[in-house]
């Protein structure tokens, strides 16, 4: 699936010391002219560690180039045991579902290297020679006390992805890009190991190191790195938003001016969430790039305690834009999402060793004519005949009375439909959906189990048309968690209004009503000047302007700690943020819909 960025006003402004701003290198030879003086000046051994998708050997050869003289290079590729036994690793997490696989709990690389191969390693870092180790598993604790310059180089979750769907990716002990690579060893075991490395390095490392730009590197010494992200964490974050074109994909991006090029349709617009990437402008020369999991470090200030302590590096929310709006009337099967329910926390612990399953809700954002979403079944229907139905098809065969099962309901804007496990629902199309879920996978996996997607062909991104391939279906997985929630109960349960819970002359707030398993709230707070709110210390905002066209979030406490936020850009505000004044730059009515947790 292809993924398009938009990184207009996304950089995260912050402030730290002098000292650790001007000990920030930029540029790829002043980084590696460093490197090659700490070496000239006695540091014979040198790791260069880091994620996926690094072209390590092309930093470590001109790294020794500006050494100069006789410098061993050992590629950590070599400390891997064979791909064939690697696949055999993984094929516990793999699995045989065509879906999903299971999560890695405890995994480490050490798991998957040589032991012979370690020892020698270590032979070499001993003889007293100048070496470089390049690559993931270059820093592990086996050489801890043996290297003298430990570096981490980092990646974002989408070059990896994208090096992966493009069959680039080089993995474990791989020098070339590895073929018959399953995307499932990356979500579900190969991305546990490297944050368990990562997470590691985060103590050990002397220099963090961005290489976002392939001809670029920007060296951040440990203290800096470690003052940045910590002072990251007392702002509200913005993250960069990402799209993705589909078979429901509509057009109201291209009158947003988000900056985004090449992208055909909009059907994913993720706006906030585990996986996106962040951009620091902490003063020097440029902002640099790294993941939004990274400020997980600090998730007791970021998600809260609670959180922090229930679900240890999860970050649990998410924040998508689902795009709507079609200049000529289109008929349902090409404009709604494919009809789908997600699983519970139970489910996914006890099918895929993730934490936290998917409670979603639909906030309709703007409704333009037609607006609809399509949630629960009929109350007269046959739910034995649909799932028939689904089996015979496979989404190849179109089921033509599709429309007899499942409820449809009207929407307006501020229309707001809880969603909890087991409920058939999607996106009707002809509206803007601010959806906001929670988060199953530390590293977003995603949950939705597909039922029917109207037989119709998937999106094409190199041929720019619906020509792909019809999305591929998760019936058994949809039987298994399917609640047969009707039409009827919808109505009574899951179609939320909302009610003031503070009122004054400036601002006031309303809270949607919620249905017992849902475990955050949404809410909503409506100012023309400005409004107040606290996260008291321990609930993470995720807050989203809707109605208005700019505003500031800004600390009471210490002012200095503020971010803008536009229309349809989402702040991630921690838990520790306190309490916070949000100012309207525009003039006019302004709302902002704030997720945060019901438990803190």
Not at 268 to 290: Q, T, V
Not at 491 to 517: C, H, M
Request: proline letters at 5%; aromatic letters at 14%; one cysteine or more.
């Amino acid at each position: 699936m292809p993924v398009y960025e938009s990184i207009k006003h996304a950089d995260n402004k912050i402030k730290i010391s002098e000292s650790n701003k001007n000990s920030v290198i930029f540029g790829w030879d002043k980084v590696l002219a460093f490197l090659a003086d700490k070496v000239k000046s006695g540091a014979n051994t040198v790791a260069i560690d880091g994620w996926y998708g690094i072209n390590f050997e092309k930093i470590a050869v001109a790294l020794k180039g500006k050494i100069g003289g006789k410098v061993t290079l050992l590629p950590a590729t070599d400390l891997f045991v064979s791909r064939e036994k690697i696949v055999e690793y993984n094929a516990e997490y793999v699995t045989e579902d065509p879906g999903f696989g299971k999560v890695n709990t405890k995994g480490v690389l050490e798991d998957i290297l040589d032991a012979k191969k370690v020892e020698e390693f270590k032979k070499a870092l001993k003889s007293g020679d100048k070496v470089i180790v390049y690559g993931v598993a270059a820093s592990i604790k086996a050489f801890e006390k043996l290297l003298d310059v430990k570096c981490y180089v980092d990646n974002t979750h989408q070059k990896v992805q994208w090096d992966m769907w493009t069959g680039k990716l080089e993995s474990f002990g791989s020098t070339k890009p590895t073929k018959n690579y399953n995307w499932k060893e990356y979500h579900y075991s190969d991305y546990y190991m490297l944050k368990r490395q990562k997470d590691y390095m985060y103590g050990a490392m002397d220099y963090y190191i961005e290489n976002y730009f392939e001809d670029d590197l920007v060296l951040v010494p440990k203290k800096a790195y470690d003052e940045i992200m910590k002072t990251l964490v007392k702002y509200p974050i913005h993250e960069v938003k990402i799209f993705s074109p589909g078979p429901w994909g509509a057009y109201r991006y291209e009158q947003m001016d988000y900056g985004v090029e090449g992208l055909s349709n909009n059907a994913w617009n993720k706006i906030a969430g585990p996986e996106l990437r962040i951009l620091i402008d902490f003063g020097g020369e440029r902002s640099i790039s790294m993941p939004m999991l990274n400020a997980m470090q600090y998730g007791k200030e970021l998600v809260g305690e609670l959180i922090d302590k229930k679900y240890p590096g999860l970050f649990p929310l998410d924040i998508w834009l689902d795009d709507g709006w079609h200049p000529t009337k289109q008929p349902a099967e090409r404009i709604s999402m494919p009809m789908h329910i997600h699983p519970s926390s139970k489910y996914v612990a006890d099918h895929f060793n993730e934490p936290l399953g998917r409670y979603e809700t639909y906030y309709i954002a703007e409704a333009y004519e037609g607006a609809n979403t399509w949630m629960g079944f009929k109350d007269d229907a046959d739910i034995e005949e649909w799932e028939r139905l689904c089996e015979d098809s496979q989404n190849i065969k179109p089921i033509e009375n599709w429309k007899d099962f499942i409820a449809n309901w009207k929407s307006k804007e501020g229309d707001l439909y809880l969603i909890p496990p087991g409920t058939m629902h999607g996106h009707g199309g002809n509206q803007m959906v601010l959806e906001m879920d929670t988060n199953p996978s530390i590293n977003g996996t995603e949950y939705s189990f597909f039922e029917y997607d109207f037989a119709r062909p998937s999106w094409d991104d190199e041929k720019k048309s619906m020509t792909g391939k019809p999305l591929k279906m998760h019936l058994e997985h949809g039987r298994n968690m399917e609640k047969t929630r009707r039409e009827s109960w919808v109505k009574d349960y899951l179609l939320s209004t909302p009610e003031v819970v503070k009122w004054t002359p400036e601002y006031y707030i309303d809270r949607y009503k919620s249905y017992s398993v849902m475990p955050y709230h949404v809410e909503r707070i409506h100012f023309e000047k400005k409004g107040e709110y606290s996260t008291e210390g321990k609930f993470m905002h995720m807050v989203t302007l809707t109605v208005g066209t700019k505003v500031t979030l800004v600390s009471k406490a210490n002012p200095e700690f503020k971010a803008e936020c536009d229309k349809f850009q989402t702040l991630v505000v921690p838990a520790s943020f306190g309490d916070y004044e949000i100012i309207n730059e525009e003039g006019g009515r302004a709302t902002c819909v704030i997720e945060r947790w019901k438990q803190g």
